[in-house]
């Protein structure tokens, strides 16, 4: 009989032929194919963005697959387990976990995924602080080496093993425990260095060791912002806070309560849980071919909405361009009638006050004089009166169509002299305030001066009021002017919009002319009217 060891070539080819084939089948027993080690990111991203309901539909989808096998199958429960150890719901953990195992038994690396079960399961009862479980199953994991276990496991199971040692008060093995672990970490995985630092603050708590305490905290929070890991900040801050709050020091107990508070409230762990559960009963409902098919529906719908308002939209536009044309055709054309009004109340108000002129010089100062005329040759006392009477009348008229002192007296006196003779003839008080420095030309103070008595003129027509003032206040780049009165006041809104107003539009058209600002204020208690005149 020949052997194949007789031709060196056969030895040399059935060696290299049995070294391809015991890495093949380690590199099945060990490593994740493609598409899982794709999933598993892909799952780190989202519970990072506390996007847990997106990463269950991926999951879901990724278990839905046709050619999905039982390792597929295993890897999507046990990545579905980490969603939910983020939310800290370890009922749910342990279910997913159960169900991964119960696919990893029926593939030919049954050892493999009990290891990895045995891990998993060891490290939710640590987490639920059932530590004489999590012991159990960790020691035969660590005894044989952590064969099976990828290096974040390892780390982990090393800082359980750690803690362990620190509960017995075996404070210089679980030290040294502490950072082998840290060194571990360091080199195969950092981003979870925060976790050991989470827990090195208990042992430098026990310890009494205070200073270095802090500095883990600094570290595990800087590990952690750097990773964007929430749930590892929260981890740090709340051994911190516990430590504080449990030898006495309120005061920093106070201020990682309030950091931990405000990190689980952008965590919100009981909404993320129970919209995750609506999300996963949803999924089990429906196939996955069910629904690509609604998805492909929606998405030919959506091009149909899409096209249907896009044509409401324009329509909408062009209804809305179409109205406020009109709008602004109708509103041009009532203002247009609103200054025609206006012009013809005040040419109306003109031929009125020439009416008044002619009344005043026919039945007062003509009817004087002709009874002067008639006496002339009768030399009676009454001769001189009358011809007092008839200058003051003629006066009242001159100071009616213009105040003739007004260039010489200025605004002040002038307004001053309106206040007395408002007193004087009416039964009425009014007050001046007037604080003035003559800031204005002349031109403006007469318009101001007739604004003034037109409101003045309203108050003693309208208002039913037995008091007014008027206040004028000079001020740094402007006069403010008041008019304010005790009566029953008006609707001002109502009242703009009355053409029959020709008092308040004067006032307010006066004003506008003055390049200044006015606002009116009216209820029951009485009415005021603010003017402010700019300086040039």
């Avoid at 040399?12 to 194919?33: M, P, R």
């Avoid at 005061?251 to 996963?280: C, G, H, P, R």
């Avoid at 002709?370 to 030399?379: A, D, F, P, Y």
């Amino acid at each position: 009989m020949n052997s194949i060891f007789h031709n060196p070539k056969s030895v040399v080819k059935y060696i290299i032929l049995g070294v391809f084939s015991l890495l093949f089948f380690i590199n099945n027993i060990k490593a994740q194919t493609k598409a899982e080690i794709e999933l598993k990111e892909i799952v780190y991203r989202y519970n990072n963005a506390l996007q847990y309901d997106s990463a269950i539909l991926v999951i879901n989808n990724f278990i839905n697959q046709k050619n999905s096998s039982n390792q597929n199958k295993f890897y999507a429960n046990l990545f579905m387990s980490f969603i939910y150890k983020r939310l800290q719901d370890y009922t749910q953990v342990n279910k997913f976990l159960d169900i991964a195992i119960s696919y990893g038994i029926q593939t030919k690396n049954k050892d493999y995924f009990l290891a990895i079960y045995y891990c998993q399961k060891s490290f939710a009862y640590f987490d639920v602080s059932d530590f004489s479980k999590a012991d159990s199953l960790m020691r035969p994991l660590i005894a044989n080496n952590y064969k099976y276990l990828e290096n974040q496991d390892k780390g982990t199971l090393m800082i359980q093993a750690a803690f362990m040692l620190l509960r017995n008060k075996k404070y210089a093995e679980s030290e040294n425990k502490y950072k082998a672990a840290e060194k571990f970490m360091q080199q195969n995985c950092p981003c979870e260095l925060p976790i050991v630092y989470a827990n090195k603050i208990q042992f430098y708590e026990a310890t009494k060791q205070f200073d270095k305490m802090e500095e883990c905290y600094r570290m595990g929070m800087a590990y952690a912002d750097s990773c964007g890991i929430l749930k590892y900040k929260m981890m740090c801050t709340q051994n911190m806070y516990y430590f504080y709050r449990k030898n006495g020091y309120f005061e920093k107990a106070i201020y990682y309560s309030q950091a931990w508070d405000s990190m689980n409230f952008i965590f919100k762990t009981n909404e993320n849980i129970q919209k995750l559960k609506d999300v996963d009963h949803q999924l089990k409902e429906k196939a996955i071919e069910e629904i690509i098919d609604k998805q492909n529906n929606i998405i030919l719908q959506n091009k149909i909405h899409t096209n249907n308002l896009i044509i409401f939209t324009l329509i909408i536009i062009c209804i809305t361009i179409f109205f406020l044309f009109y709008y602004e055709l109708k509103k041009s054309k009532f203002k247009r009638k609103q200054r025609m009004q206006f012009t013809k109340q005040l040419f109306e108000k003109i031929e009125d006050e020439r009416k008044r002129i002619a009344s005043d010089l026919h039945d007062g100062i003509s009817h004087d004089l002709i009874s002067l005329k008639k006496n002339k040759h009768e030399l009676t006392n009454h001769l001189e009166s009358d011809i007092d009477t008839i200058i003051e009348n003629i006066r009242s008229i001159s100071r009616n169509l213009h105040p003739v002192m007004f260039e010489r007296v200025g605004l002040k006196t002038t307004i001053e002299q309106l206040v007395e003779k408002i007193q004087s003839t009416n039964q009425f008080l009014i007050t001046a305030d007037i604080s003035y420095n003559c800031s204005l030309d002349n031109n403006i103070e007469l318009q101001l001066f007739r604004i003034i008595q037109e409101a003045c003129s309203n108050m003693l027509k309208h208002s039913f009021a037995i008091a007014g003032r008027v206040s004028i206040i000079d001020e740094h780049k402007m006069v403010n002017v008041i008019i304010e009165d005790n009566g029953k006041g008006f609707n001002v809104n109502q009242k703009l919009n009355d053409n029959n107003s020709y008092g308040l539009h004067n006032i307010i058209l006066r004003t506008k002319l003055l390049g200044g600002k006015i606002h009116v204020e009216s209820n029951s208690l009485g009415t005021k009217i603010n003017i402010t005149i700019p300086k040039k």
